[in-house]
């Protein structure tokens, strides 16, 4: 469907303030608005597979995503949650390219999809909204070149580093300490850190146990962030 929609107003306000779409002038906004689409998704849809030809950038609106791959072997590999204000898909939407990984809805979901034919011609006609999506661009890089790095790293500082880059993009501080606000089972975290389900049950009993995190109707609370860094091995050097 379009977006003229009963809460189209809801959505543009939505775009100004959690997106880099917000840097743009109200009436380029506006015209982004009546060109895009109001997608919905049942939980397990897939939104795309990776390969398909990379036409259109995606704001997440409602619901949570899941970004993964498969390696030679079959296994599926997690590369990112996505949440409310998050947007993807912006890669293939820059380079006109296939998309590079695959796409699932993980629970009820809408999207705001953006055509490369109306958002580029967008952003060259405003650079200030275009060196936002690059600084995007480039956030994704090195949380990518983290997660390589995190795969050589021994059990537990890589659930603690994992942990780290959750809190990051999705942590929210409150009195006890930074709960994640995620609800994933120990598979998908697992499939996120590149462990098995049973290593990762392992690992977060162990912090519980060192009372670094714990566990609080399925989400994940940080409760000593320097106990986690120097697990993580990223704690700074103290004299």
Do not use: W
Not at 7 to 35: C, Q, V, W
Not at 206 to 221: C, D, G, K, P, Y
């Amino acid at each position: 469907m379009g977006a003229h929609l009963p809460y189209s107003e809801h959505i543009r306000a939505f775009l100004k303030a959690n997106t880099f779409l917000g840097r743009l002038p109200d009436a380029a906004l506006a015209a982004l608005m009546e060109r895009g689409q109001l997608r919905q998704y049942a939980k397990r849809d897939i939104i795309y597979r990776r390969g398909e030809a990379g036409d259109s950038l995606m704001v997440v609106l409602k619901g949570r995503i899941k970004l993964s791959n498969v390696n030679l072997s079959g296994k599926e590999i997690v590369l990112h949650f996505l949440v409310p204000g998050n947007i993807y898909g912006e890669i293939a939407a820059m380079d006109g390219r296939e998309r590079v990984a695959n796409a699932v809805a993980l629970e009820e979901s809408e999207i705001f999809l953006i055509y490369t034919r109306d958002l580029m011609p967008t952003l060259k006609a405003h650079p200030e909204a275009m060196f936002e999506i690059i600084r995007a661009l480039c956030e994704k890089v090195r949380a990518g070149a983290s997660l390589l790095e995190d795969s050589t790293l021994e059990m537990r500082a890589r659930v603690a580093r994992g942990l780290q880059r959750l809190a990051q993009h999705h942590g929210r501080r409150g009195e006890t300490g930074t709960c994640l606000q995620l609800s994933l089972s120990h598979t998908e975290l697992g499939n996120y850190l590149g462990l098995s389900r049973a290593n990762v049950s392992r690992q977060l009993s162990q912090l519980r146990e060192a009372n670094v995190i714990t566990i609080e109707a399925a989400q994940i609370v940080i409760l000593d962030e320097n106990g986690l860094a120097e697990i993580a091995g990223t704690a700074s050097a103290r004299d």
